[in-house]
């Protein structure tokens, strides 16, 4: 029944100013796919989906680039609606106090320049920034989701992520070409549009190589990601970014390559703490990669946390942008 709501949408007659769409419920209940099909079924060019922590990032830099501008928010949403008139948001989730504050301004600007907006969440309008500082401030962006989209609540006992992640393995050994493949087609299976081929990513003012990337999902070699000049402020934008991460090549660890393996274990505990599904190929089990001194104890953390990554328990817990 939920494939029919979008061609209901896409027929409807907007009233009383309801324009857009509000899609929500537990994780793996198909939002962010109903939401594909939706706009894949839209005129090309005339649509664009982003995570919503991604472009809350580019708000923030608009707003820095335009700090001379009388209303710099209602210039940024000019600039949107130029460009595209149906603007997706998928994992809509308020945390930040630096984001709740401008939500109010910044949809008001973007329904006036007359844009579609279409959310995923996990969070009922109502419950948006909760337990958030001067959440009363943030009320009037509640009320505008409330007034411009229809409300839809996802529910169900199939869960289809756990369904697609629960049966297939997430960490292989060893790193071979049979784990390659696997790791392709599984992320084909999360997002069929994924890009794969050799990219970039910009990243706190570097590039950095990936392998393929989707709506959510990216895919990195691990000299990428843990094998160079990178910090806990990469991994932490990475971690709020994407809900699914794979990571090919994890090596084994001996006293020679310490500083790698200190950039896995933080990677893997922001990965842990945002609730991202990974999905790895390595040289050997977890709980044999680490051959140093200096992260024993920090590893024993780190070998677990990729066992839990492949548990039930996680792969049906909701990302935490």
């Known amino acids: 029944m939920w494939g029919l709501i979008p061609l209901r949408w896409l027929r409807r007659k907007p009233a009383n100013g309801v324009t857009g769409l509000y899609l929500w419920g537990s994780v793996g209940r198909g939002k962010t796919l109903m939401m594909d099909t939706l ?164 990243l706190n003012g570097r590039d950095i190589p990936v392998r393929a990337r989707g709506n959510g999902v990216i895919w990195f070699d691990f000299e990428a990601l843990c094998d160079g000049p990178r910090s806990k402020v990469d991994y932490v934008e990475l971690s709020r970014s994407f809900h699914t991460l794979l990571l090919s090549g994890i090596p084994r660890f001996d006293t020679e390559s310490e500083d790698a393996a200190r950039r896995l274990v933080e990677l893997i505990d922001e990965l842990y703490d945002r609730r991202v599904n990974v999905i790895v190929s390595a040289a050997a089990p977890a709980n044999e990669l680490y051959q140093g001194d200096r992260l024993a104890e920090d590893f024993v953390r780190t070998a677990s946390r990729l066992h839990e990554f492949q548990s039930e328990d996680y792969l049906a817990s909701a990302h935490r942008p």
């Open 39 to 202: 706009l894949e079924a839209l005129p090309p060019k005339t649509w664009r989906r982003v995570h919503f922590h991604r472009f809350m990032l580019e708000i923030h830099d608009g707003l820095r680039r335009l700090k001379d501008e009388k209303d710099p928010l209602r210039r940024i949403s000019r600039e949107i609606s130029s460009e595209t008139r149906v603007l997706g948001f998928d994992e809509f989730q308020v945390t930040d106090i630096g984001d709740a504050m401008i939500l109010s301004g910044l949809l008001h600007a973007l329904i006036e320049n007359g844009l579609t907006l279409i959310f995923t969440s996990n969070t009922p309008p109502r419950l948006l920034y909760q337990q958030g500082l001067q959440r009363d401030r943030f009320l009037p962006a509640i009320d505008l989701i409330q007034r411009h989209t229809e409300v839809i609540h996802l529910d169900g006992d199939r869960d289809y992520r756990l369904e697609t992640l629960g049966a297939r393995p997430t960490y292989h050994i060893p790193d071979d070409a049979q784990a390659e493949a696997s790791m392709r087609a599984l992320l084909l299976e999360i997002d069929r549009t994924a890009a794969l081929g050799a990219d970039t990513l910009r």
